[in-house]
């Protein structure tokens, strides 16, 4: 797993070719559960108790290969309790392949005013996400069929959320917006901010709440090492979100007459997300760790509520520590106006 998200956070291409990815994966759900050496012991000699038990059948899992042309090829959605988290965690790693040669093809192509070109990027994105909605769809089998969501649960939910948001963005340029590296008026040329944000600014909302809301779910001592990493994300594709929607006309119904949606409170697959999805009928907003709606007065207020739930892991890291100190001086230069490329 590793390489996933190694990849993920630096945008880079991942390393693992799915057709090379042949072998059975070699072992079974509870042994990656495992809290000690003792427990692991006892998975395993289980594991191996039923194989013997049915000695004569087909008892390899299937390969990483395997599953994914089950899911290109619309098979899996009937064998949904048949597969774990750990296989569908591993599903997501060809998903975000796709998406980056996807991203990347496109950004270092993109000509705002080639309409060909947009219409092909339009229709290759759908095509992924609908791939990632069959993903989601076989996921919520699974959370639906417990009470509690597992930890690898969570960290699937997690990843799958943060890969989607990749779908609908593109982080490097809002990193480089929020360094200073270029301007609101190049940002708005980007392929992300003028067409993509129109259409996708629900989903934005949305799976950004999603991240949250799965790491609040994790017990603090039980966070990966990357979950700072991913409130960095959420902080800047909200930031840049609301930044672009200052600079793009608004012709949605008034505040006034919308309703406010927690997108961080309920699942992805609750009635009101869904419909807000589709109708983009309320404002999104997103909750203290205590359920409480957060009042936000713009895009700096996003970032400062981002760095409060990383307070809230105290004592932090060397890592998460930096990325906290990343936010704090993006904050301040803000409120300085040392950055008045922003127009904030």
Request: proline share 5%.
């Amino acid at each position: 797993m590793l390489d996933q998200e190694v990849n993920l956070f630096h945008d880079h291409q991942p390393s693992l070719d799915v057709e090379n990815i042949a072998t059975p994966r070699p072992a079974s759900e509870c042994s990656w559960e495992a809290m000690s050496a003792q427990s692991w012991l006892n998975c395993y000699i289980d594991a191996r108790q039923r194989e013997l038990a049915n000695l004569g059948e087909a008892t390899s899992t299937p390969s990483l290969a395997n599953l994914f042309a089950g899911l290109v090829n619309g098979e899996l959605s009937n064998k949904a309790e048949e597969i774990s988290w750990l296989e569908l965690r591993l599903l997501l790693h060809p998903l975000q392949a796709l998406i980056y040669h996807l991203n990347k093809t496109s950004s270092s192509n993109f000509r705002p005013n080639n309409q060909a070109h947009w219409q092909r990027f339009c229709l290759q994105v759908e095509e992924i996400q609908h791939l990632l909605k069959q993903w989601y769809d076989i996921a919520k089998q699974n959370i639906l069929s417990g009470d509690n969501i597992s930890y690898q649960g969570c960290c699937a939910m997690i990843v799958y959320h943060l890969i989607s948001l990749n779908a609908v963005t593109y982080f490097p340029d809002i990193e480089r917006l929020a360094r200073g590296q270029i301007s609101m008026a190049e940002f708005k040329e980007s392929i992300w901010t003028e067409r993509r944000y129109v259409k996708n600014l629900p989903f934005i909302w949305c799976h950004c709440g999603q991240i949250l809301r799965y790491f609040r779910m994790l017990p603090k001592s039980r966070r990966p090492h990357w979950w700072s990493a991913s409130i960095y994300r959420v902080a800047l594709s909200l930031w840049a979100t609301e930044l672009a929607k200052e600079h793009i006309s608004n012709k949605s119904k008034p505040k006034t007459l919308l309703k406010p949606l927690s997108v961080d409170t309920v699942p992805f697959h609750h009635p009101s997300i869904v419909r807000f999805l589709q109708h983009e009928d309320q404002i999104p907003e997103i909750s203290h760790t205590d359920g409480s709606p957060a009042i936000l007065n713009g895009p700096v207020d996003i970032i400062k509520l981002n760095i409060a739930f990383l307070d809230e892991q105290a004592p932090l890291s060397k890592f998460s520590q930096g990325i906290r100190t990343r936010l704090g001086m993006l904050v301040d230069r803000i409120i300085d106006k040392r950055i008045s490329h922003l127009d904030i």
